[in-house]
């Protein structure tokens, strides 16, 4: 089951973590964000190597602005700490896409 943020500061430590991470920005209010989250819990029990988190755009108004998240649901995937790519909507098959995409990308590892 992906993870609720709680914080700004968890959000930010997970991002510079350097793990795969993809991030659903919803609100309780959002039908479509509704109707996709059991999708996105079945795509977090399917792809272990990737961690899945969920951010509650009414209450991390901080986070959602800072990442330009203008609708929702938002998904974003980072790997390394960077952002690498971002889709907009409850549409089920580019959200797999974009699991699948995210899966197969390599991690950089820091340079010791």
């Not at 700490?81 to 580019?94: D, L, N, S, T, Y």
């Amino acid at each position: 089951m992906p993870k609720e943020i709680e914080s700004t500061q968890e959000f930010n430590d997970l991002i510079a973590s350097g793990k795969k991470v993809i991030v659903d920005y919803h609100a309780d209010w959002c039908g479509p964000c509704k109707a996709v989250a059991p999708l996105y819990g079945k795509l977090d029990d399917e792809f272990a190597d990737i961690t899945f988190v969920k951010v509650n755009v009414d209450n991390l108004t901080e986070v959602s602005e800072s990442a330009g998240v203008t609708a929702m649901p938002t998904f974003q995937t980072f790997v390394g700490g960077k952002k690498v790519a971002e889709i907009r909507g409850a549409v089920p098959a580019k959200l797999r896409t974009l699991v699948e995409d995210l899966n197969a990308a390599p991690v950089d590892t820091p340079a010791a």
